[in-house]
């Protein structure tokens, strides 16, 4: 599965969702302001998850693109099939095209993508570390004699602040953590009797509710953090796939202020 792909076998089994509907109307509206404009599909899915969920947007897309309201051009960038979308009298989107596949390219090379994802976790480390939360492991699937042992996933960070023991889970992507790998998390850090602290970038309210409901946090932060060096790269992905990216030289304060919060209400309970 993709960084940037929505995720549809997720919801496939399930009944048609209304919301669907609601999704349409508002990607209608989008091509009739930018008709002359060619959209990458998450770019489309991120500029409305607030009010709907990446599948949801994606799954309207794929109604309307076979209904022939819009158009859907597929492209392979580094093995990963990537969707396009224009208006119907859009003839001439291939120069776009070009640009935006040029970027992804970039984007989706192998060695960036994992730079992004250190770039995340390191990004996160020096935040805790500031906000008093000590590291205690990395890549752990034990934590005071209890070790998992049902499969071979582990958490990205064990910290501790005030005698508690939180298990961590860092996804610097655009797409969503995917639901099987959420509850994986969620039993893991249940089996170690760690707190579920997920940071990411972004995830719908099902999976913040589902979080909650054992006991953990989920600390969004919006924008992927890119690495600091990569200004032109930077630059092209906000202008020409209009995705939501920045380059900061620490991890916002407010954001760090909320997780902190909520910690010492946890405590003082």
């Known amino acids: 599965m993709t960084d940037y792909e929505p995720y549809f076998e997720e919801e496939e089994e399930r009944p048609r969702d209304v919301a669907i509907d609601a999704a349409s109307t508002r990607v209608r509206a989008l091509f009739a302001e930018s008709p002359r404009r060619l959209f990458y599909s998450t770019q489309i899915e991120t500029t409305l998850e607030r009010d709907f969920f990446h599948w949801i947007t994606g799954k309207a897309l794929l109604e309307l693109a076979t209904a022939g309201e819009i158009t859907r051009v597929q492209e392979v960038i580094q093995g990963n099939s990537l969707n396009f979308y224009d208006h119907p009298s859009h003839r001439y989107f291939r120069r776009q095209l070009t640009a935006m596949t040029r970027i992804l390219d970039r984007v989706y090379n192998p060695e960036f993508a994992h ?29 005071q004699g209890r070790t998992w042992t049902k499969s071979n996933h582990n958490l990205d960070r064990i910290v501790t ?19 099987e790998e959420l509850r994986t998390k969620l039993d893991l850090a249940h089996d170690l009797r ?8 972004f995830a719908p309210k099902s999976y913040v509710h589902q ?7 989920a600390l969004l932060f919006e924008h ?21 990216v920045a380059s900061p030289r620490d991890v916002r304060d407010g954001d760090m202020q909320r997780l902190l919060k909520w910690h010492e209400r946890k405590t003082a309970s």
């Open 115 to 143: 730079a992004v994802g250190l770039h995340g976790e390191l990004m996160f480390d020096a935040a805790l570390g500031r906000y008093g939360f000590r590291a205690e492991a990395r890549n752990a699937n034990t934590w």
């Open 161 to 179: 602040r005030d005698q508690v023991a939180y298990g961590v889970e860092i996804k610097n992507t655009q797409g969503y953590i995917s639901r």
């Open 194 to 201: 760690l707190i579920p602290l997920f940071i990411m970038r």
């Open 211 to 217: 979080i909650n409901q054992q006991g953990g946090f």
């Open 224 to 244: 992927q953090i890119y690495p600091l060096g990569h200004v032109t790269l930077l630059a092209d992905v906000q202008a020409t796939l209009g995705l939501k």
